[in-house]
């Protein structure tokens, strides 16, 4: 293949990939608590997803590089089935916690197989290839087909029960045939020529671990920066569980029609997500990145605390897409500053650990603030969640006690210079 036919499968098939989730958005905390849920414990499946990412996250990616992208990509997609199947039907805590931890080994295994097998592809084809302009577009087909099934989302559940399915439900088994559909996509179009190793090296995985968590502690604990950055993305996940979860209970509470408003909502967001990463440059230009991440931590802050104390579904819905446009714009920001603090080797294990912290923040979120919910209401704890999101913004300020920090990072590397980009 060429590069620019890599690029064609990567975004069709990243697209694929997204095109599920888009159809749950807007029905995934809705529909438990149709099911006689309450807020808590759906917090708590839920954070056993992040506990098993966390877990998981790191040796699933030297699976994949022991074993190839392909693979566990493939293995990924018929876990995820599983996992749908079992959220069809789901109506105990034992059947939903075992759908959300299916979920979570299905997320860790997807992280990143299919980014590095389009960088391994292009390069291949075309040593000069443009990796940057095929994960822009990557990036913009997920956001374009998230948008465009929770609206169609929407619309089902709008449309009413299927039979004996409940309206909540039709969305589940839609995305359970376009997950078929992604997974076949990728068996079919995910071409992959590695060298014969022989037999599989099982502790490949486990070394691949150790040597990450210990590049990347080694960075945090050299640099002021990095552990302020890290910080960050601990509170800022933490607060996320305001928007993405206690969002459609709060909708519910000023309006009967949270069900098949939370489609169409949800497909804007999107977009207003999009504009607020475009229009971000312009920020930074004029404060700089540091202080434009200071600047979106305690706006998103605030439009949080709008989506808690506004009164009736426009107010609860502005506050809630302006949350949105700042953190889309929030997101380049914060990836930018952290792929300025680290070099070569550095880079992925950086990463890895930026996302193992957001997976810790948000489970520890999902279980804190859903309990609140239940005690004191759905207000109570969205405002809670805001306050902490926004403190993190002092930590966009925080300088090494060096400026030639950079370069004692340097001098602790090693020889290779692999990097790589997640999402």
């Known amino acids: 293949m060429t590069a620019a036919q890599v690029r064609s499968r990567y975004v069709f098939l990243i697209a694929m990939r997204w095109l599920p989730v888009g159809l ?42 022991a074993i190839g992208r392909r693979p566990v990509l493939l293995i990924a997609g018929v876990i995820n089935l599983a996992s749908l199947a079992l959220l069809v039907v789901a109506d105990t805590m034992a059947l939903l916690g075992l759908a959300y931890l299916l979920q979570g080994v299905y997320r860790a295994l997807d992280s990143g197989p299919l980014e590095s097998w389009f ?86 995985p486990v070394r691949g671990m150790v040597t990450a968590v210990g590049g990347a502690l080694t960075l945090a604990r050299r640099s002021r920066v990095v552990l302020a950055l890290v910080g960050v993305e601990f509170l800022w996940s933490f607060g996320m569980v305001t928007f993405e979860q206690l969002m459609p209970v709060r909708l519910s509470e000023v309006t009967t029609a949270a069900g098949p408003l939370m489609g169409p909502v949800s497909s804007v967001a999107w977009g207003a997500s999009a504009a607020g990463a475009a229009l971000v440059p312009l920020l930074s230009r004029r404060l700089g990145a540091r202080w434009t991440g200071f600047t979106l931590r305690v706006v998103q802050g605030l439009t949080i605390v709008g ?38 080797e550095y880079r992925t294990s950086l990463l890895s650990l930026n996302s193992m912290v957001a997976s810790t923040g948000f489970a520890i979120g999902s279980i804190a603030l859903t309990v609140v919910a239940a005690r004191t209401g759905t207000q109570a704890a969205i405002v809670a969640g805001a306050v902490l999101l926004a403190a993190a913004a002092p930590l966009y300020l925080v300088k090494d006690r060096r400026r030639s920090s950079r370069i004692e990072f340097r001098e602790h590397s090693h020889s290779g210079t692999s990097e790589s980009q997640a999402l």
């Open 24 to 65: 749950l958005v807007p029905i995934v905390v809705l529909l438990p608590l149709e099911r006689g849920f309450d807020i808590a414990q759906i917090g708590s499946v839920v954070a056993v997803q992040g506990i098993v990412v966390l877990l998981l996250e790191l040796p699933t990616g030297g699976l994949a590089d």
């Open 307 to 344: 989506m808690g104390l506004l009164a009736g579904p426009a107010g609860v819905i502005g506050a809630f897409l302006l949350c949105y446009a700042v953190h889309g714009a929030a997101n380049p920001v914060h990836s930018g500053l952290l792929h300025r603090r680290a070099e070569g």
């Open 119 to 204: 960088v391994d592809r292009s390069l291949a084809a075309d040593p000069e290839a443009d990796i940057e302009t095929g994960l822009a577009h990557g990036g913009t087909a997920s956001s374009l087909a998230i948008a465009g099934t929770a609206l169609l989302s929407g619309g089902l559940v709008w449309l009413g029960p299927v039979g004996s399915v409940s309206a909540l439900t039709v969305p589940v088994l839609v995305a359970l045939v376009l997950s078929v559909l992604s997974t076949l996509a990728a068996a079919l179009l995910m071409a992959e020529e590695r060298p014969p190793r022989g037999k599989v090296e099982l502790l490949a």
